[in-house]
Protein backbone atom coordinates (compact mmCIF):
# COMPACT_ATOMS: atom_id res chain seq x y z
CA UNK A 1 0.00 0.00 0.00
CA UNK A 2 1.37 3.06 -0.75
CA UNK A 3 2.44 5.84 1.95
CA UNK A 4 0.84 8.40 2.96
CA UNK A 5 2.30 11.80 1.62
CA UNK A 6 0.27 14.38 2.97
CA UNK A 7 -2.19 14.19 5.72
CA UNK A 8 -4.85 16.96 6.66
CA UNK A 9 -6.09 17.25 10.03
CA UNK A 10 -8.94 19.81 10.83
CA UNK A 11 -7.83 22.93 8.87
CA UNK A 12 -9.36 26.36 9.47
CA UNK A 13 -8.91 29.22 7.60
CA UNK A 14 -10.98 32.18 9.24
CA UNK A 15 -10.37 35.36 7.93
CA UNK A 16 -11.84 38.81 10.04
CA UNK A 17 -14.25 40.71 9.58
CA UNK A 18 -13.54 44.17 10.48
CA UNK A 19 -15.96 47.03 11.35
CA UNK A 20 -15.61 50.81 12.15
CA UNK A 21 -12.41 53.37 12.87
CA UNK A 22 -10.67 51.01 15.36
CA UNK A 23 -11.25 48.07 12.84
CA UNK A 24 -13.08 45.75 15.25
CA UNK A 25 -13.65 42.45 14.44
CA UNK A 26 -17.18 41.83 14.19
CA UNK A 27 -17.20 38.06 12.85
CA UNK A 28 -15.18 35.66 10.53
CA UNK A 29 -16.08 34.48 7.08
CA UNK A 30 -14.93 31.23 7.41
CA UNK A 31 -13.16 30.22 3.92
CA UNK A 32 -12.13 26.82 5.43
CA UNK A 33 -13.81 25.19 8.03
CA UNK A 34 -12.65 21.94 9.77
CA UNK A 35 -11.27 19.99 6.75
CA UNK A 36 -9.22 16.73 7.24
CA UNK A 37 -7.73 14.31 4.30
CA UNK A 38 -4.61 12.10 3.53
CA UNK A 39 -3.08 11.92 -0.07
CA UNK A 40 -0.81 9.14 -1.04
CA UNK A 41 2.32 9.48 -2.65
CA UNK A 42 2.24 8.81 -6.18
CA UNK A 43 -1.94 10.01 -6.24
CA UNK A 44 -3.64 12.50 -7.87
CA UNK A 45 -6.55 13.87 -5.38
CA UNK A 46 -9.02 16.11 -7.07
CA UNK A 47 -10.65 18.45 -5.24
CA UNK A 48 -14.17 20.38 -6.76
CA UNK A 49 -16.75 22.71 -5.88
CA UNK A 50 -18.43 25.61 -6.45
CA UNK A 51 -16.40 28.69 -7.09
CA UNK A 52 -15.91 30.62 -3.53
CA UNK A 53 -15.88 27.00 -1.63
CA UNK A 54 -12.87 27.33 -0.14
CA UNK A 55 -10.81 25.08 -2.78
CA UNK A 56 -7.88 27.50 -3.61
CA UNK A 57 -7.75 28.55 0.14
CA UNK A 58 -7.09 24.93 1.00
CA UNK A 59 -4.21 24.65 -1.69
CA UNK A 60 -2.67 28.11 -0.58
CA UNK A 61 -3.01 27.33 3.21
CA UNK A 62 -1.38 23.44 2.86
CA UNK A 63 1.66 25.49 1.36
CA UNK A 64 1.06 28.16 4.07
CA UNK A 65 1.27 30.94 1.47
CA UNK A 66 -1.71 31.87 3.33
CA UNK A 67 -1.36 30.89 7.15
CA UNK A 68 -3.89 28.46 8.60
CA UNK A 69 -6.35 29.82 11.65
CA UNK A 70 -5.91 26.15 12.98
CA UNK A 71 -4.88 22.49 12.38
CA UNK A 72 -2.70 20.20 11.35
CA UNK A 73 -0.70 19.73 7.80
CA UNK A 74 1.77 16.68 8.21
CA UNK A 75 4.20 16.30 5.04
CA UNK A 76 6.33 12.95 5.29
CA UNK A 77 6.02 13.30 8.94
CA UNK A 78 6.67 16.74 9.41
CA UNK A 79 4.06 19.47 11.23
CA UNK A 80 4.29 22.04 7.91
CA UNK A 81 2.43 24.31 10.37
CA UNK A 82 4.77 24.77 13.09
CA UNK A 83 7.40 25.24 10.70
CA UNK A 84 10.01 28.33 11.32
CA UNK A 85 10.80 30.31 8.01
CA UNK A 86 14.04 28.53 7.61
CA UNK A 87 12.70 24.83 7.57
CA UNK A 88 9.73 26.01 5.49
CA UNK A 89 12.52 27.52 3.02
CA UNK A 90 13.80 23.65 2.69
CA UNK A 91 10.04 22.77 2.24
CA UNK A 92 9.38 24.69 -0.88
CA UNK A 93 11.55 22.00 -2.41
CA UNK A 94 8.82 19.58 -1.86
CA UNK A 95 5.94 21.42 -2.11
CA UNK A 96 4.88 23.75 -5.25
CA UNK A 97 2.49 24.99 -6.51
CA UNK A 98 1.20 25.84 -10.06
CA UNK A 99 -1.26 28.74 -10.57
CA UNK A 100 -4.47 29.27 -11.98
CA UNK A 101 -3.95 32.48 -14.15
CA UNK A 102 -0.30 31.68 -15.67
CA UNK A 103 0.06 35.22 -16.71
CA UNK A 104 -0.46 37.10 -13.32
CA UNK A 105 2.10 34.68 -11.98
CA UNK A 106 5.22 35.48 -14.03
CA UNK A 107 7.45 38.55 -13.88
CA UNK A 108 6.91 40.66 -16.43
CA UNK A 109 9.60 42.46 -16.13
CA UNK A 110 12.47 39.01 -16.62
CA UNK A 111 12.99 36.53 -19.17
CA UNK A 112 11.71 32.82 -18.73
CA UNK A 113 15.19 31.90 -18.10
CA UNK A 114 16.38 34.25 -15.41
CA UNK A 115 13.05 33.50 -13.25
CA UNK A 116 13.72 30.03 -13.32
CA UNK A 117 17.60 30.72 -12.83
CA UNK A 118 16.84 33.08 -9.97
CA UNK A 119 14.52 29.97 -8.66
CA UNK A 120 17.78 27.81 -9.23
CA UNK A 121 20.28 30.62 -7.58
CA UNK A 122 17.65 30.74 -3.99
CA UNK A 123 17.53 27.26 -3.26
CA UNK A 124 21.09 26.59 -3.95
CA UNK A 125 20.87 24.04 -6.65
CA UNK A 126 23.16 25.34 -9.21
CA UNK A 127 24.50 28.73 -11.06
CA UNK A 128 26.05 29.98 -14.05
CA UNK A 129 26.53 27.64 -16.47
CA UNK A 130 24.55 24.61 -14.76
CA UNK A 131 21.74 26.52 -14.08
CA UNK A 132 21.52 27.66 -17.87
CA UNK A 133 21.49 24.12 -18.78
CA UNK A 134 18.52 23.29 -16.24
CA UNK A 135 16.60 26.13 -17.76
CA UNK A 136 16.69 24.05 -21.17
CA UNK A 137 16.18 20.84 -19.71
CA UNK A 138 13.36 22.00 -17.99
CA UNK A 139 11.40 24.09 -21.43
CA UNK A 140 12.35 20.59 -23.50
CA UNK A 141 10.58 18.61 -20.71
CA UNK A 142 7.20 20.83 -20.43
CA UNK A 143 7.25 20.70 -24.31
CA UNK A 144 9.16 23.92 -25.27
CA UNK A 145 11.85 24.88 -26.93
CA UNK A 146 15.28 26.24 -25.42
CA UNK A 147 15.55 29.64 -27.12
CA UNK A 148 12.36 30.42 -24.82
CA UNK A 149 14.23 31.32 -22.44
CA UNK A 150 15.49 34.38 -23.52
CA UNK A 151 11.55 35.60 -24.50
CA UNK A 152 9.61 37.48 -21.55
CA UNK A 153 5.84 36.41 -20.87
CA UNK A 154 4.05 38.49 -22.74
CA UNK A 155 5.37 36.99 -26.12
CA UNK A 156 3.68 33.76 -25.19
CA UNK A 157 0.05 32.16 -25.37
CA UNK A 158 -1.75 31.38 -22.32
CA UNK A 159 -1.10 27.46 -23.12
CA UNK A 160 2.87 28.58 -23.27
CA UNK A 161 2.64 30.40 -20.44
CA UNK A 162 0.97 27.71 -18.45
CA UNK A 163 4.14 25.66 -19.25
CA UNK A 164 6.73 27.96 -18.39
CA UNK A 165 5.00 27.59 -14.47
CA UNK A 166 4.91 24.02 -15.15
CA UNK A 167 8.10 23.98 -15.24
CA UNK A 168 9.07 26.58 -12.79
CA UNK A 169 7.13 24.34 -9.99
CA UNK A 170 9.53 21.33 -11.54
CA UNK A 171 12.62 24.09 -11.22
CA UNK A 172 13.36 22.55 -7.53
CA UNK A 173 12.25 18.57 -7.95
CA UNK A 174 9.25 19.07 -5.69
CA UNK A 175 7.83 15.50 -4.65
CA UNK A 176 4.21 17.06 -4.33
CA UNK A 177 2.33 19.97 -6.31
CA UNK A 178 -1.05 22.10 -5.90
CA UNK A 179 -2.64 22.22 -9.20
CA UNK A 180 -4.89 25.43 -8.77
CA UNK A 181 -7.43 25.35 -11.71
CA UNK A 182 -4.26 24.76 -13.59
CA UNK A 183 -6.82 24.58 -17.11
CA UNK A 184 -9.96 27.07 -16.41
CA UNK A 185 -8.21 29.83 -18.11
CA UNK A 186 -7.18 27.83 -21.51
CA UNK A 187 -8.85 27.28 -24.57
CA UNK A 188 -10.66 23.87 -24.66
CA UNK A 189 -7.99 21.96 -26.88
CA UNK A 190 -4.73 23.46 -25.22
CA UNK A 191 -6.45 21.87 -21.47
CA UNK A 192 -6.27 18.23 -22.56
CA UNK A 193 -2.10 19.10 -23.65
CA UNK A 194 -1.58 20.57 -20.13
CA UNK A 195 -3.81 18.03 -18.21
CA UNK A 196 -1.87 14.71 -20.71
CA UNK A 197 1.56 16.77 -19.78
CA UNK A 198 0.49 16.49 -16.00
CA UNK A 199 -0.15 12.99 -16.44
CA UNK A 200 3.10 12.70 -18.06
CA UNK A 201 5.17 14.38 -15.47
CA UNK A 202 3.52 12.22 -12.70
CA UNK A 203 4.77 9.08 -14.50
CA UNK A 204 8.00 10.08 -15.13
CA UNK A 205 8.82 11.89 -12.16
CA UNK A 206 6.64 10.28 -9.63
CA UNK A 207 4.26 13.28 -8.84
CA UNK A 208 1.67 13.47 -6.26
CA UNK A 209 -1.02 16.29 -7.33
CA UNK A 210 -3.85 18.14 -5.58
CA UNK A 211 -6.01 18.79 -8.66
CA UNK A 212 -8.06 21.94 -7.77
CA UNK A 213 -11.12 22.10 -10.58
CA UNK A 214 -14.54 23.40 -10.93
CA UNK A 215 -14.65 21.23 -14.21
CA UNK A 216 -15.83 17.98 -13.15
CA UNK A 217 -14.93 16.22 -16.43
CA UNK A 218 -11.60 17.41 -16.14
CA UNK A 219 -11.46 15.77 -12.71
CA UNK A 220 -12.42 12.37 -14.12
CA UNK A 221 -9.56 12.17 -16.93
CA UNK A 222 -6.41 12.92 -14.20
CA UNK A 223 -7.71 12.26 -10.75
CA UNK A 224 -7.49 9.05 -8.22
CA UNK A 225 -9.47 10.11 -5.87
CA UNK A 226 -12.04 12.87 -5.43
CA UNK A 227 -13.50 15.41 -2.77
CA UNK A 228 -16.19 17.29 -2.90
CA UNK A 229 -16.72 20.72 -1.29
CA UNK A 230 -19.40 22.75 -0.25
CA UNK A 231 -18.96 25.66 1.81
CA UNK A 232 -15.43 25.46 3.46
CA UNK A 233 -16.30 21.58 4.28
CA UNK A 234 -15.60 18.16 2.66
CA UNK A 235 -18.90 16.44 2.40
CA UNK A 236 -17.90 13.30 0.06
CA UNK A 237 -14.33 11.30 -0.91
CA UNK A 238 -14.22 8.94 -2.57
CA UNK A 239 -12.11 6.80 -5.65
CA UNK A 240 -13.00 8.74 -8.91
CA UNK A 241 -14.49 5.54 -10.79
CA UNK A 242 -16.88 5.10 -7.59
CA UNK A 243 -17.56 8.88 -7.37
CA UNK A 244 -18.83 8.97 -10.56
CA UNK A 245 -20.65 5.83 -10.88
CA UNK A 246 -22.78 6.45 -7.78
CA UNK A 247 -22.44 9.80 -5.41
CA UNK A 248 -24.15 9.78 -1.90
CA UNK A 249 -24.19 13.33 -0.80
CA UNK A 250 -27.36 15.39 -2.32
CA UNK A 251 -24.61 17.95 -3.10
CA UNK A 252 -22.19 15.72 -4.92
CA UNK A 253 -25.93 14.16 -6.65
CA UNK A 254 -26.71 17.48 -7.83
CA UNK A 255 -23.22 18.38 -9.16
CA UNK A 256 -22.42 15.34 -11.49
CA UNK A 257 -26.06 16.13 -12.83
CA UNK A 258 -24.69 18.94 -14.47
CA UNK A 259 -21.77 17.59 -16.47
CA UNK A 260 -22.77 16.73 -20.14
CA UNK A 261 -22.84 13.28 -21.76
CA UNK A 262 -20.41 13.35 -25.06
CA UNK A 263 -23.61 11.30 -26.79
CA UNK A 264 -26.17 13.74 -28.07
CA UNK A 265 -29.06 10.11 -27.64
CA UNK A 266 -28.32 10.08 -23.86
CA UNK A 267 -29.55 12.91 -21.55
CA UNK A 268 -28.89 12.96 -18.13
CA UNK A 269 -31.73 13.83 -15.22
CA UNK A 270 -30.69 17.40 -13.95
CA UNK A 271 -30.61 18.19 -10.47
CA UNK A 272 -31.79 21.65 -9.85
CA UNK A 273 -30.80 23.12 -6.03
CA UNK A 274 -33.11 25.62 -4.68
CA UNK A 275 -31.93 29.12 -3.12
CA UNK A 276 -28.47 30.51 -3.14
CA UNK A 277 -25.34 29.28 -1.23
CA UNK A 278 -25.21 30.76 2.10
CA UNK A 279 -22.20 33.27 3.05
CA UNK A 280 -19.43 31.56 4.71
CA UNK A 281 -19.65 34.62 7.22
CA UNK A 282 -22.97 33.62 8.28
CA UNK A 283 -23.12 29.72 7.93
CA UNK A 284 -26.21 27.53 8.55
CA UNK A 285 -27.01 25.50 11.62
CA UNK A 286 -26.60 21.85 11.59
CA UNK A 287 -26.00 20.23 8.13
CA UNK A 288 -24.70 23.28 5.73
CA UNK A 289 -26.37 22.20 2.72
CA UNK A 290 -29.81 21.83 4.47
CA UNK A 291 -31.28 25.15 3.06
CA UNK A 292 -30.71 23.88 0.07
CA UNK A 293 -31.41 20.13 -0.04
CA UNK A 294 -33.96 18.39 -1.80
CA UNK A 295 -33.67 14.92 0.60
CA UNK A 296 -33.50 17.28 3.82
CA UNK A 297 -34.72 15.37 7.29
CA UNK A 298 -36.72 17.38 9.10
CA UNK A 299 -35.89 18.05 12.27
CA UNK A 300 -32.36 16.57 12.00
CA UNK A 301 -30.29 18.12 9.11
CA UNK A 302 -31.68 21.63 11.12
CA UNK A 303 -29.77 20.65 14.39
CA UNK A 304 -27.68 17.76 13.90
CA UNK A 305 -24.22 18.90 12.30
CA UNK A 306 -22.93 15.67 10.56
CA UNK A 307 -19.16 14.09 10.42
CA UNK A 308 -17.31 12.85 7.46
CA UNK A 309 -17.35 9.07 8.44
CA UNK A 310 -16.70 5.80 5.91
CA UNK A 311 -19.53 4.13 4.37
CA UNK A 312 -19.40 0.60 5.61
CA UNK A 313 -15.89 0.63 6.58
CA UNK A 314 -14.93 1.23 3.27
CA UNK A 315 -13.02 4.15 1.73
CA UNK A 316 -15.91 6.06 0.36
CA UNK A 317 -16.67 8.65 2.57
CA UNK A 318 -19.79 11.00 3.27
CA UNK A 319 -21.16 13.99 5.65
CA UNK A 320 -24.56 13.51 5.29
CA UNK A 321 -27.98 12.13 8.15
CA UNK A 322 -29.15 9.89 5.26
CA UNK A 323 -26.42 7.73 6.18
CA UNK A 324 -26.27 6.75 10.22
CA UNK A 325 -22.46 6.66 10.07
CA UNK A 326 -22.74 10.88 10.11
CA UNK A 327 -24.19 10.84 12.93
CA UNK A 328 -22.02 12.35 15.87
CA UNK A 329 -21.56 10.08 18.50
CA UNK A 330 -23.33 12.42 20.82
CA UNK A 331 -26.70 11.80 18.39
CA UNK A 332 -26.18 8.41 17.39
CA UNK A 333 -29.48 7.60 19.00
CA UNK A 334 -31.60 10.18 16.79
CA UNK A 335 -30.09 7.36 13.65
Known amino acids: ?14 FPIKKGLISKTIGYVKAVDDVSFQIKKGETLGLVGESGC ?7 SLLRLIEPTGGIVNFEGQNVTEMDSKDLKKLRKDMQIIFQDPYSS ?3 RMTVGGMITEILKFHEISEGDAANKRVEELLEIVGLSKLHARRYP ?18 VEPKFIVCDEPVSALDVSIQSQIINLLQDLQNDLGLTYLFISHDLSVVEHISDRVAVMYLGQI ?13 KHPYSEALLSAVPIPDPKQKRQRIILTGDVPSPANVPSGCY ?3 RCPK ?6 ESIRPVLSSLNQSSHEVKCLLYPES ?3 KDIKAA
Open 296 to 301: IKKGEC
Open 1 to 14: MPEILLEVQNLKKY
Open 106 to 108: LNP
Open 327 to 329: YPV
Open 54 to 60: GKTTIGR
Open 289 to 291: FHP
Open 235 to 247: VEIADCKELYAGT
Open 154 to 171: HEFSGGQRQRIGIARALS
